[in-house]
């Protein structure tokens, strides 16, 4: 349980928990559009940010972030820019980015950036943390290491689905776009590329035969468009992150999402599947709920999973309480199945 207080409660979580370099846990909260900042016991330790264009400050907080070395990086979606602190919670200053920035992550001092440019075809970007010291002498970020995929132009509704996420070992690149339920590996420089589809075994994965004609419908009306969304939501999964596991495995995190209300996604079951090093075989789609919220926010500590719920207690019915479990990976009970296409 998160020890939380009057004028610092997590009111609508970010979709992840970062983990910082010393195990704190930052928790996005679009509520205020801050980022809370516990000790892995659930005390809080400083807020991050508040609603604002100013240094340090989120028109919309994004709702994954990273660690590395001594900085936080945290997007800030309503300025389009990467707000960059000090580890102490000191703001350093932010990059503006072109595109769509989706996901962050991290190998040794290198950060990776999720980063989508639809209009050049291209995504993904790497930063030293060094550089990241001095945010006022880098450029706008621009997604320029690897094509985005040839189904995004046959099925534009994918783009409802525009992430991308990635996890590197030096020049090794293992990457995944929302929507789809392959992994491609590919070295910087090489002119090839390997694809690795995850096997489904409980998520929806993504049947882009049976469901193709809703994902190349344009609609025509903002009303249609909505319906369209959520249908499309209701067929697919969306890939939210990958992480390296210290055993050299991967961790690949879908969701089922489901969006009602108008465009607001209100529930939603995570998978997550590991890869084993070579990426031939897998154990796919452990089921993970939070029953509080509908929609579980996930995290990554060491071989720890962190799954933030909220819960409503009889004794304080109005407000939610914020909790994280913890649950060690364990694959004693893993039914490993090949990666290898049919044939």
């Not at 950060?111 to 001095?134: F, I, K, P, Q, T």
């Not at 049947?207 to 939501?233: I, M, N, W, Y």
Request: aromatic share 6%; proline share 7%; with cysteine.
């Amino acid at each position: 349980m998160l020890a939380e207080e009057d004028t610092a409660f997590v009111g609508m979580p970010g979709a992840s928990i970062t983990v910082g370099i010393a195990g704190e846990w930052y928790i996005p909260d679009a509520s205020q559009n801050r980022v809370l900042v516990f000790s892995p016991s659930g005390s809080l330790i400083r807020i991050l940010g508040r609603q604002g264009q100013g240094p340090g400050e989120f028109a919309g907080v994004g709702p994954f972030g990273v660690a590395v070395d001594s900085l936080v990086l945290i997007p800030d979606f309503g300025g389009r820019r990467l707000n960059v602190y000090h580890a102490t919670g000191a703001p350093i200053g932010s990059i503006p980015y072109d595109g769509y920035l989706a996901r962050l992550g991290r190998d040794r001092s290198t950060v990776w950036l999720g980063l989508l440019d639809l209009g050049n075809r291209r995504a993904l970007l790497s930063v030293s943390a060094e550089r990241l010291r001095h945010p006022e002498a880098i450029q706008p970020l621009v997604a320029s290491l690897v094509p985005t995929p040839a189904q995004y132009r046959e099925y534009p509704r994918l783009l409802d689905f525009s992430d991308v996420a990635v996890a590197a070992t030096g020049d090794t690149l293992v990457y995944g776009f929302g929507g789809l339920s392959f992994l491609v590996r590919t070295v910087l420089g090489a002119t090839t590329s390997d694809t690795v589809v995850v096997p489904t075994c409980g998520r929806r994965g993504s049947p882009l035969a049976a469901v193709g004609d809703l994902l190349k419908r344009r609609p025509r009306a903002p009303e249609e468009d909505l319906s369209v969304s959520e249908q499309t939501a209701a067929a697919l999964s969306a890939l939210l992150n990958i992480w390296r596991l210290e055993t050299g495995e991967y961790l690949v995190w879908y969701q089922d999402p489901v969006i009602e209300s108008r465009g607001r996604i209100l529930k939603g079951v995570a998978f997550l599947s590991i890869l084993s090093p070579d990426l031939r075989r897998a154990c796919v789609d452990a089921r993970i709920e939070a029953p509080g919220i509908g929609r579980p926010r996930l995290g990554l500590a060491g071989d720890t999973v962190l799954v933030l719920d909220q819960v409503v207690s009889t004794a304080a019915p109005d407000r939610a309480t914020t909790v994280v479990r913890k649950y060690p990976l364990d694959r004693s009970n893993c039914q490993w199945v090949s990666t290898a296409p049919e044939t």
